[in-house]
């Protein structure tokens, strides 16, 4: 039998999907699976963009154009006037999902083993499409008693080498809720044009910023525009995960001439989730307003509830809908597969994402969990119930 | 400014895309373009999978299952089934169109700066695939003089090295139309058990067969169980390229668990393209026995127009709707160029692809293009006169 890939053995599981097994066991056995393990929003999908795949008049359902229509990205160019980055539709590559802007990225900007700094604890798929084109996820720590602020520029200083071709961040963060600074885009602003590296932001949550704080992005900051790549997605946004529309975003000519040829050979992106996300670019400020209280709300009641377990340290979050939780367990894997397995309450029980997955750092996260609070407030304050219980019954 | 990766420079250019520009500058002269050179086939689209994602009742678009939906994947089992291909549900991987499952399917099994052996001419994006995940295309030639049949086995055995991990056919080919024998498929099939490599075979032409042959897939062959990978596409099949749906099969169960890591990283193919691709296995078979009907009238009098142009020689074509044609003049490149640029005959020129561009080995192909036969009988006249003249007119 022919062997596979040193690469697809390397190939790391979802740490958002490994329990899945566990938890098919649970609901067969009859148990109430809570599920703050995955970024699946509850919120309703946007109308507007519903309707319009529903009126389609499509009959020969063709390739689009490889870096989206004309008119998608003048939209998307619209989109990001009104958040005040100022970019043109050449700008812009529709992308499959944010997963495929940020392999297009990676392949555009980095050969085999070429090294990409990201502070950890950081989205988990990252590992995976590095992985995929063999290049190197340099991690740099930040902590949990900041809140995941980030890291003081000298430690990235001294992880910068002759390999060294970006930095990456999530802002706000995934897994960890952060939301940069505007004097921490500065800062790192600095440091790339130093070292005359890229700077690659996955703004998919840009929305998503609580207590009236407003997100900065790195194409508002003025002189980074040859080092800016922005990947950006509609799942989130529009809670239409499922549509698998995305966007890369620069000003730098040569990356997105490069980054076209990788989409080329692809051919296009699908056509449908395109005519739902043009639609989606329409909808009205209210749909927002409201996802945006309906979270906020979810946020603080999590917070809230959490904050009164015993032996439990929350990062408080400033935007996205995630936060990480440390549990005072010595391994939240072996916790959550046992919540799923041995413990209910109410014939209930939750299911949580174990962090260690979101660190490269072995060792790392090993007592955290992160929590997706997209689910309704009354599941969540019972699932914090649930996890109090099993906590003390773990730990006797 | 930051340096772009060394295989972004590296990437190819679309052969097939990379004379839009003169083509649109064409269109805005008033010139008549005939399109000759993209596979984007007018057939409608059956309606049973529009009116499926015309009649969606989805409320939060979700992400879908990585592998694709159990129900789809016991509906494509049974597809194949009727096609006396016997998988099973969890032989399957739903992708994001045919590309998506080469590309997984390369990364599975290969690692960088190993090999496949892929025959000559080939589907060209098969280079940007591999270029993205830096693995090595080492082609075989075939030849038009025998209508792009498989090269002698002994030429294969030359090539294969301690680096080649598999070898990737296209049956029926694109660009060839060659239909592999079933005799040429088990002479491959001993090859690569002898040598202990995966056979991959794109078998997204499999309904377009002529003259009353029947396509033999690599999954009918007894034994080649570890070795033989599809990938597939409902892409040209339903004619719906602008959904992006395929998969990829293999009763190899470490193959498989693999690529589902790599799928698992981009989280989900697209739901509404599903939808559509879902409800597209219900199409009634007399949809086929038309567009097959269509194809092979297209294909008679493509044949037989072009044989009637002198010095032009034709691979005639016994499946796909892709022919290969060398003609007099020694570099197609800038005869495709000057066709759209210097000629036009009753207001109307064609647009027809360069085949240097699906050749690996340089130099050759230089004197051929390729025609996809994807438009009207009376357009396909039209546009072998409008070559003929153009040769004429090119060659004094």
């Known amino acids: 039998m022919p062997g596979i890939s040193k690469k697809g053995r390397q190939m790391p599981a979802s740490p958002i999907r490994k329990l899945v097994p566990y938890a098919e066991a649970a609901k067969k056995r009859g148990t109430h699976v809570i599920h703050l393990n995955i970024g699946q929003p509850d919120i309703k999908t946007p109308k507007v963009a519903l309707d319009a795949v529903r009126n389609h008049n499509i009959e020969v359902l063709a390739y689009s154009m490889t870096e989206g229509s004309e008119m998608y990205r003048t939209k998307i160019a619209a989109y990001y006037a009104k958040n005040d980055i ?21 392949g555009t900007i980095m050969d085999a083993d070429d090294e990409i700094i990201i502070p950890e604890p950081f989205y988990a798929n990252y590992n995976g499409f590095a992985t995929a ?9 930040s902590r949990i008693e900041d809140n995941f602020a980030l890291p003081p ?7 910068i080498g002759p390999k060294t071709k970006a930095i990456l961040i999530c802002n706000p963060g995934n897994p960890t809720g952060y939301l940069y600074r505007k004097e921490e885009i500065q800062q790192l602003a600095q440091l790339v044009k130093k070292h005359n590296l890229f700077l690659v932001a996955d703004e998919v949550y840009r929305e998503f910023a609580y207590e009236g704080r407003v997100h900065y992005s790195i194409l508002q900051e003025k002189g ?7 990947v950006d997605s509609v799942s989130k946004r529009y809670s239409m995960c499922g549509a698998r529309i995305g966007c890369l975003v620069s000003k730098n000519k040569t990356v997105i001439q490069t980054a076209l040829k990788f989409a080329q050979a692809r051919l296009s992106p699908p056509t449908f989730a395109q005519i739902a996300s043009e639609a989606a670019l329409e909808t009205p400020q209210s749909y927002f307003d409201d996802v945006i209280k309906e979270y906020a709300e979810r946020r603080n009641i999590l917070i809230a509830e959490l ?19 440390k549990l005072p367990v010595s391994n939240s894997d072996d916790f959550a597969q046992w919540l799923l397995e041995k413990f209910e309450m109410d014939g209930a029980t939750v299911m949580v994402a174990p962090a260690a997955g979101f660190y490269a750092t072995k060792g790392l996260g090993t007592n955290q969990i992160r929590i997706a609070y997209v689910l309704e407030k009354e599941l969540l304050v019972k699932a914090v119930q649930i996890l109090g219980e099993a906590l003390k019954k773990y730990n006797t």
């Open 133 to 141: 084109l063999g290049v190197k996820v340099v991690p740099i720590v």
């Open 224 to 230: 980074l525009e040859e080092h800016a790549i922005i």
């Open 86 to 106: 100022h970019v043109s539709s050449e700008d812009i590559i529709v992308t499959t999902g944010g997963s495929e802007a940020l392999s297009f990225v990676m």
């Open 307 to 325: 904050q009164k377990l015993e032996g439990v340290r929350v990062a408080v979050p400033q935007g996205a809908f995630y936060c990480v939780v």
């Open 153 to 159: 520029i000298s430690h990235f200083e001294k992880l």
